[in-house]
C-alpha cells in the first residue's frame, strides 16, 4: 500500500513539473505569434500608406520565462517632423 501512495505521489509531481514546463512554453510561442502578426501588420498598413515605408522582425530569441526580439520600422523622411529627421 505504501509503494502504491509513493507512486501516485510522484505521478503527481511529475505532472506538475511538466505543466510549469509546458504552460509558460505555450504563452511564449502564442507571445511570438502575436508579436509577428501585429509586425506583419504594421507593415502592410505602412506599405499601403507609402512604398517606402515597413515594418520587420529581424530576430525573436524565445526563453523559457524570457523572451528579446529586435525589429525594425522603416519610415521615409517625408513623413516626419523636420525635429526628428
Known sequence: ???RWRRGIAG???LL???ATA???FN???AERHWRDQVAWLDSSL???NNRAGAA???YQR???TARTLSRVELPASVLDAGLR
Open 1 to 3: 500500500m505504501k509503494k
Open 12 to 14: 503527481a509531481l511529475i
Open 17 to 19: 513539473g511538466a505543466l
Open 23 to 25: 504552460v509558460p512554453a
Open 28 to 30: 511564449g510561442w502564442q
Open 47 to 49: 506599405a499601403a500608406a
Open 57 to 59: 522582425v529581424i530576430d
Open 63 to 65: 526563453g523559457v520565462f
